[in-house]
């Protein structure tokens, strides 16, 4: 015993001799030499060596068995790095020694992204902050977050969170530019009236507007019909200037017509003599109605041999419509746009009724407006057709329209040359926007440029606020359906068994027929959409809308703008494995190059109804096979009876075939009552005792169905074929 006790002494003195030489020349200190160790001006307590001489005297009276702690200094004792901070602390400068944490503006329901923004960090910051919570599924950069999630993730990153109070004062007290209030009759002068030419599809709408401005533009039409609107400014003879606004006729442009008449003083309602009310004249009956703006019937095509006038007035007094020939008090003229017979007395009957209406304008103070109709120009970029309706626009002046803003830097009549000034019911064209406008929106003229940006901004925040708030509210909603669902799952299985319970809860949240992911490998076609200006491809979306094949094969839009199409159109289309609409625009050789190259069809349309015709064809193609039954031949029951084969019984058919003729070859059905009963093949066909492959018309034969179904008397046996024939979709989009 007492040689192990020396041996494990004589080894566990050399080890510690060891370690203490490697631990104190860390310190600068040769083992062997009895210094004190010392930490200077750090107020940690003095260590030195053990007083024995000798590392084998571990377990006399002065070693004990913890012996680590007193024969050898312990430099990193408990304590010592909180010592060690704190000296460093108060050695530290006065302003240096507490170190503020980053404030985070938060408030409640916030983007990924709009907090990554807040912190300067990285969307990544926020989902590595996030991975330890299981109570959320799912995250993109438009997830929004509770408040207590936000809070979560500041404080992992070493930040405080600070309700952004300020931001919401500052948002509460801007105010909105609105328009003015009605102006002091007495400053009020006359102006130009506005006239709406509106109509059904080809009525002679533009015809008309030709022959009234000396022009030509229905015979550059694509089609031969218009799918803008156009704003002109016509004098007449007399000296009189009106302005006219000319809009589609076709079923797809409701929208535009519907903004030419509130923009409106008088509508001017073609129909034509031969043709008389047709669909979309009705609809601009009750465009013009609802904006509370007089019509003016031009009854067009008088020229011709059917033209019949009078059927087209009783037609009109039908809808509500009572001209002044049945005593009413709305004016019609009979004329021949295309010969420019009565555009006279039109002419005079627009006067006429401008002069009753006493149309006036305020041309002083700042300039109201409604975009008309937008574009992309290579040349000048955004570019807006405007209708001034108050003030009088300058070159310079700061306009807000929706969400963008502009600076005037010139403007254009409808003939292409320079205004320097646009007075009340004058059409030009804006350049300087530094944003597309929507056709439709009121334009405002504002102070300042910042000003100007400011109100952009601003609504800009307020539209991204209600999309939070809508989308929000759809989120909550979905939440809470699950959220019952899973409770009354819950509560139905609470008595059952584990595994129970585990096998009921699959079943009910495994994925469904009908759900986005048992749909995934549906039929689906994806579409970028150029147009060359704001009203076609709102007229486009528009028909898009009436889209009702979903079931059958899914349409989805992932961009539509107002230009030529670019290359970053062919990256989108071919990332989603679409195709490219264009509507009246071009391609440059660039984007066809790497259209090739990415395989990305592009279809260029210049007429509306083609383009649909066409996008319908793709989304036919789209669709599976369709399979077609083609009866061959079909033979009635006229007795069964039972053959024994082996220790089976098997039903037998005594059939005589009445029409085409039975194969063996082929399927069969078996029809009760117009309702088959079974579909498959023939397991024997026999004609007097022979197996025969085939039995024609008039003829008997036996027939045994492929597991003996149940077959009565008076059935019908149909030898059929299946032919695959391609599908069309469904879709009416009205026109």
Not at 362 to 391: F, Y
Not at 619 to 625: F, G, R, V, Y
Not at 700 to 712: F, N, R, S, Y
Request: hydrophobic share 35%.
């Amino acid at each position: 015993m007492s040689a192990l006790r020396s041996t494990f002494a004589l080894r566990t003195g050399l080890y510690c001799r060891q370690v203490a030489t490697r631990t104190l020349s860390t310190q600068g200190v040769l083992p062997g030499n009895k210094l004190n160790v010392s930490t200077e001006s750090s107020g940690a307590v003095t260590r030195t060596p053990c007083r024995c001489n000798s590392s084998l005297r571990l377990f006399g009276s002065e070693c004990s068995v913890g012996f680590s702690t007193r024969h050898f200094p312990r430099i990193h004792t408990r304590g010592y790095a909180k010592r060690q901070a704190k000296a460093e602390r108060e050695a530290a400068p006065s302003g240096e020694r507490k170190v503020r944490k980053q404030q985070v503006p938060t408030r409640s329901k916030m983007t990924v992204r709009e907090l990554a923004q807040a912190m300067g960090k990285t969307d990544d910051h926020i989902y590595e902050c996030l991975l330890h919570r299981d109570d959320i599924d799912e995250l993109d950069s438009k997830t929004v977050l509770s408040s207590a999630t936000i809070k979560d993730v500041v404080k992992i990153s070493g930040m405080v969170a600070v309700p952004a109070k300020a931001h919401e004062e500052k948002k509460k007290e801007f105010n909105d530019p609105i328009r003015r209030p009605p102006p002091d009759p007495a400053i009020l002068v006359r102006r130009p009236p506005v006239v709406t030419i509106m109509g059904h599809v080809d009525h002679g709408k533009t015809t008309l507007l030709d022959s009234l401005r000396k022009s030509h533009i229905a015979a550059g039409e694509a089609g031969g019909i218009t799918q803008h609107i156009g704003a002109f400014s016509v004098e007449l003879p007399s000296g009189e200037r009106i302005t006219f606004l000319d809009t589609p006729g076709h079923a797809a442009f409701s929208a535009l017509r519907a903004r030419g008449a509130m923009v409106t003083d008088i509508v001017v309602l073609v129909v034509a003599a031969d043709d008389g009310v047709m669909e979309q004249t009705l609809e601009s009956i009750e465009h013009a109605k609802f904006a509370h703006v007089p019509i003016i019937v031009a009854i067009n095509k008088c020229d011709r041999k059917n033209a019949d006038p009078d059927t087209v007035m009783k037609e009109l007094l039908s809808h509500g419509v009572e001209l002044e020939e049945f005593d009413g008090d709305v004016q019609s003229v009979n004329i021949s746009a295309l010969k420019g017979e009565g555009l006279t007395e039109l002419a005079e009957a627009i006067v006429t009724q401008a002069e009753v209406m006493e149309v006036k304008g305020d041309h002083t103070g700042p300039v109201e407006a409604t975009v008309i109709e937008s574009r992309t120009d290579k040349g000048k970029g955004p570019v807006a057709t405007v209708v001034i309706q108050r003030g009088t626009l300058r070159k310079g002046c700061y306009l807000t329209a929706g969400t963008v803003w502009a600076k005037v830097r010139a403007m254009f009549g409808e003939k292409g040359q320079q205004v320097k000034e646009a007075p009340p019911s004058t059409p030009v064209e804006v350049i300087g926007w530094r944003d597309l406008p929507a056709a439709g929106d009121l334009i405002l003229e504002v102070e300042t440029e910042a000003r100007a940006q400011e109100v952009a901004n601003w609504r800009k925040e307020q539209k991204k606020e209600k999309k939070l708030a809508e989308d929000q509210v759809e989120i909550e909603k979905k939440t809470q359906e699950h959220l019952q669902h899973y409770q009354a799952i819950r509560e139905a299985t609470k008595d059952m068994g584990r595994w129970q319970q585990k096998k009921v809860k699959y079943k009910e949240f495994q994925p469904k027929p009908g759900s986005e992911k048992a749909k995934s490998t549906e039929p689906e076609l994806n579409i970028v959409i150029r147009g060359d200006v704001f009203g076609s491809i709102e007229a486009i979306m528009d028909t898009l809308s009436t889209y009702d094949c979903e079931d059958d094969c899914k349409l989805k839009v992932i961009h539509s703008d107002v230009g030529a199409i670019s290359e970053s159109d062919v990256e989108m289309a071919a990332a989603f494995d679409g195709l490219i609409y264009g509507f009246n625009t071009n391609v440059p050789k660039n984007v066809q190059t790497l259209a090739q190259q990415k395989n990305v069809p592009i279809r260029i349309h210049k007429i509306i109804y083609r383009l649909i015709e066409d996008l319908k064809e793709e989304l036919s193609a789209k669709l599976p096979m369709k399979e077609e039954l083609d009866i061959k031949g079909s033979a009635s029951v006229l007795q069964v009876f039972e053959v024994t084969v082996g220790k089976k019984k098997v039903p037998v058919a005594g059939c005589r075939v009445i029409q085409g003729e039975i194969d063996k070859r082929k399927d069969a059905l078996l029809v009760r009552n117009d309702e088959v009963i079974f579909r498959g093949p023939l397991d024997s066909l026999k004609h007097l005792k022979e197996d025969v492959w085939t039995v024609k018309k008039e003829m008997e034969c036996g027939i045994a169905l492929h597991k003996g179904p149940d077959i009565k008397h008076g059935d019908v046996i149909q030898s059929f074929e299946v032919n695959e024939v391609p599908q069309t979709i469904d879709w009416n989009p009205g026109f």
